[in-house]
């Protein structure tokens, strides 16, 4: 049995939140955030995250778990201090904002002469570097996440591979500490530079996002030749070099990963030849263009939109591809109407939000989809969805 230790987490989204209840199993768990409403529910054993597992143990499971945001309570004594606050993506700077991170940062190793700290946000190729160099500290590693929004406490538990961006001593007791708090029984476990653990994180998600590219464009074939996309897919993923997975065609990729992702590792080529990166990017704009005009063709005076969120289980609609086609479409004076049960107000951006779903259904001349529901079927004949396998 490993030894409970006392670990900070500065930030309470998908990563910090799965982090903390992950490791709140055995270990003494500070969430350190600057939203008051989001410490107040985490005190009270609720979830700022839609995720049913989190809110599952934090309701069954005794927790040592605390939030607070006092940053010199949060710091003291806390032998490691996890970073998990946004890096957004910032199209005139080029690159991440990691303003946050750098922050937090600073304050760490200024409040802890002795812990660890350990960056989960996602961050350039070099930052972690940038920062030791800066601090004079091999204190600073970089260790990534590969967690699904929704499934983030379930990606934690059952992890796909442990990534740890050091050597020290340190950074192998926080792996054991992830090690054993997860329910999987055996786990790769990876130590490598934080610069080329930087890399793994953000190829990994371009890799994920090119797949989604891959499979709308030969969605967007089919559709403009008449072809069942459905046969396509099949025949192509029984090769099981190819398989299945990442392979059900959407108005494109979206959320909170990988449209910044990839823009950020197309950053980082500025100095590489390349041109595959470039065709992720670009396609995802290309397939909302193309989707656009497709739903245009069926010349609408209405169009409502159901849900905004990226996919079920989810309660993000940031960047979600389907607010793309909904712009492109607004852009062409059509009438566009919304129902969205997370929303609560009567409008998002201008157009009217429809709380009753009898009545967004009969308004709409056609229902735009990126995920099938249940609750559409009674109006199948004017839904547009390109969702083929029911599968997020």
């Known amino acids: 049995m490993i030894d409970a230790a006392k670990i900070t987490v500065v930030g309470s989204g998908y990563v910090g939140m799965s982090l903390a209840v992950l490791l709140a199993q055995y270990n003494y768990v500070t969430v350190l955030d600057i939203d008051t409403s989001r410490v ?6 609720q979830s700022t995250v839609f995720d049913n597992e ?18 010199q309570v949060a710091y003291k004594d806390a032998r490691f201090i996890v970073v998990a606050t946004p890096t957004n993506y910032n199209p005139h700077t080029n690159r991440f904002d990691t303003s946050s991170v750098d922050g937090v940062v600073n304050d760490a190793l200024a409040q802890n002469k002795d812990a660890l700290v350990v960056i989960k946000s996602t961050i350039p190729v070099g930052h972690t570097k940038y920062l030791q160099q800066k601090h004079d500290t091999n204190r600073i590693i970089f260790s990534p996440e590969f967690l699904r929004e929704g499934q983030a406490l ?8 442990i990534i740890v961006g050091s050597q020290l001593k340190a950074a192998k007791d926080f792996a054991d500490l992830l090690v054993q708090s997860a329910k999987k029984d055996e786990i790769e476990i990876l130590f490598i530079r934080s610069t080329e653990a930087e890399a793994v994180k953000l190829f990994a998600n371009t890799y994920l996002a090119m797949r ?20 396509i897919i099949n025949g192509v993923c029984l090769d099981e070099r190819i398989g299945d997975g990442y392979n059900n065609p959407s108005f494109g990729y979206g959320g909170y990963c990988l449209p910044k992702d990839t823009k950020q590792l197309l950053a980082n080529y500025d100095r590489v030849p390349q041109n595959l990166i470039q065709a992720i990017v670009s396609s995802n704009v290309t397939r ?5 005009e497709e739903i245009l063709k069926l010349n609408p005076q209405v169009v409502g939109f159901y849900r905004l969120v990226m996919k079920e289980g989810s309660d993000n609609f940031r960047s979600s591809a389907i607010q793309g086609i909904m712009k492109r479409i607004k852009a062409k004076g059509i009438e566009v109407v919304i129902y969205e049960p997370s929303l609560h107000e009567d409008t998002f951006f201008g ?7 009898g009545e967004f259904k009969q308004y709409s001349d ?23 396998f029911h599968d997020n």
Do not use: G, Q, W
Request: charge should be negative.
């Open 366 to 388: 056609i229902i735009v989809a990126n995920r099938r529901s249940d609750a559409l079927e009674d109006v199948h004949s004017k839904c547009f969805s390109r969702d083929l």
């Open 288 to 292: 909302k263009d193309f989707i656009a």
């Open 351 to 357: 157009s009217r939000v429809i709380e009753n779903i």
């Open 54 to 71: 989190i809110e599952s143990f934090l309701a069954k499971k005794e927790l040592s778990l605390m939030a607070t945001i006092d940053k």
């Open 212 to 231: 989604v590219a891959f499979f709308n464009e030969l969605d967007s074939y089919a559709l403009a030749h008449d072809l069942d996309t459905k046969s």
């Open 154 to 161: 379930k990606d934690n538990l059952y992890p796909s591979r």
């Open 40 to 45: 107040d529910k985490v005190n009270a054993k």
